[in-house]
C-alpha cells in the first residue's frame, strides 16, 4: 500500500504541474481527494492489515492527501494570479477620457412648496407639529365636534381599519392632540403638514391620498381679524403682493364662525375670466375660530381662551400657482413634468 500511495501522489502532483487553468485543477481536486478517488479505494483496504500496519498506513494517507491539496491551492493562486494581470492589461482605463454625466435632481414641487409654507408660518412665531397617520376615531372627529352618528362626518368618507382605528382624514387630529398635550394652557401656536386619506375617485382634481396643511392659535384675546391678517400674509407671500383675499361664510363643525377664503385670480386680476368662472376669484383654504366645544375637550376654558384654525391643499395651491391641471401630475414621477419646476 505504502508504494500505490506513493505512486498516487507522483502522478497527482504532476498532474498538478501541467495543469493550465482553475478548471483543471479541479478536475484533479476530485479525482485524487474525492469520495470515489484512488487514496479512497486504498483506505477501504485498510482492514486486510495488520494492526501495526494501519496507523502508518492511515497517517501516509493523510499525509499524502495533504500534499496533494497543498500543491493545488499554491496552483491555483498561481493561475489566478496570471489571469488577474491578464484580465487588467486587457481592461487598461484610459484615464484621459471624459466622464460621463450625471442629471443632478432636485426637490419635489409639493417638498419646495410645503416647505416655503412651512418657512413663512415659522417667521410668524408658528412651530411644526406631527401626529399619526394610523388615527383613532376619537382624535380625528369626536374630539374635533364630530361625534358618531354627526352627519357631517359624511363629508369625509373614511378608510377605516378597525371601529376606532381609521387612516386620518385630515391633519386636525394633530392640533387636537396638541392642545390637549397644554393641559388648558395656552399659548398655542403650530401648523400641522402630512399626509391624509379619504375614499375619493381619483380625477384631474381628487386624490385618495393627498397632502394637507393646518394651522392652529389659541391664546388669550384671539380675534377674526388676527386670523384675517395671517391669511392675507400667506396669500400674498405664495401668490403675489397684489393678490387680494376674501373671507365668505361657511360651515364647518370644529370652527365657529366658519369662512372659505379665495383669492384674486391672477389671470384676470378679478375682472373676470374663465379660469375663475367670471367671479374674479379663487377658493383657496378654509378657516375659522375655534368652536367652543373643541376647546372644552381639549381642556381649555372658552370663557379665557380663544382661536383660530384653517386648513389648506398644498396640491391645489401648487395647481393654482403653477398652473397644473391635473393632481394626478404630482404623483406620477413622469420626469418631463418635474424637470420643469427644478427652478421654480
Excluded at 144 to 172: C, V, W
Excluded at 256 to 276: F, Q, Y
Aim: hydrophobic content about 35%; glycine content about 8%; some cysteine.
Amino acid at each position: 500500500m505504502k508504494e500505490r500511495l506513493e505512486e498516487l501522489k507522483q502522478e497527482a502532483l504532476q498532474r498538478v504541474r501541467e495543469a493550465e487553468d482553475v478548471k483543471q485543477l479541479q478536475e484533479v481536486r476530485v479525482a485524487y481527494l474525492g469520495k470515489k478517488g484512488p487514496i479512497t479505494e486504498v483506505l477501504r483496504g485498510m482492514g486486510k492489515l495488520s494492526a501495526e500496519e494501519r496507523p502508518v498506513i492511515g497517517q501516509l494517507a493523510n499525509d499524502v492527501r495533504g500534499e496533494i491539496a497543498t500543491a493545488i491551492d499554491t496552483k491555483q493562486e498561481q493561475l489566478e494570479k496570471v489571469a488577474l494581470e491578464a484580465k487588467l492589461a486587457e481592461e487598461s482605463i484610459d484615464v484621459t477620457l471624459p466622464g460621463r454625466p450625471v442629471q443632478q435632481g432636485g426637490p419635489h414641487l409639493l417638498t419646495k412648496l410645503i416647505e416655503e409654507i412651512e418657512d413663512l408660518f415659522i417667521g410668524m412665531g408658528f412651530e411644526i407639529a406631527e401626529g399619526p397617520e394610523v388615527e383613532q376615531d376619537y382624535y380625528n372627529f369626536e374630539a374635533l365636534n364630530l361625534p358618531k352618528g354627526h352627519p357631517a362626518r359624511d363629508m369625509q368618507d373614511s378608510f377605516y381599519i378597525t371601529e376606532d382605528l381609521l387612516m386620518r382624514t385630515h391633519t386636525s387630529p394633530v392640533q387636537a392632540r396638541t392642545m390637549k398635550n397644554h393641559e388648558g394652557r395656552g399659548p398655542v401656536k403650530i401648523i400641522c403638514p402630512g399626509k391624509v386619506y379619504r375614499r375619493d375617485t381619483d380625477d384631474a382634481t381628487h386624490s385618495h391620498q393627498f397632502t394637507q396643511i393646518e394651522g392652529l392659535y389659541v391664546d388669550k384675546n384671539v380675534r377674526m381679524s388676527d386670523l384675517k391678517g395671517v391669511l392675507d400674509t400667506f396669500a400674498k407671500k405664495i401668490f403675489g403682493q397684489n393678490r387680494e383675499i376674501r373671507l365668505r361664510p361657511s360651515f364647518f363643525p370644529f370652527t365657529e364662525p366658519s369662512v372659505e377664503m379665495d383669492i384674486s385670480c391672477k389671470i384676470c386680476l378679478g375682472s373676470g375670466c374663465s379660469v375663475c368662472k367670471q367671479t374674479g376669484w379663487i377658493e383657496i383654504l378654509g378657516a375659522g375660530m375655534v368652536h367652543p366645544n373643541v376647546l372644552k375637550m381639549a381642556g381649555f376654558d372658552p370663557k379665557v381662551y380663544t382661536g383660530f384654525a384653517f386648513g389648506m391643499g398644498p396640491e391645489r395651491i401648487a395647481m393654482l400657482k403653477y398652473g397644473v391641471d391635473d393632481i394626478r401630475h404630482f404623483y406620477t414621477n413622469d420626469n418631463r413634468f418635474l424637470k420643469q419646476f427644478h427652478n421654480a
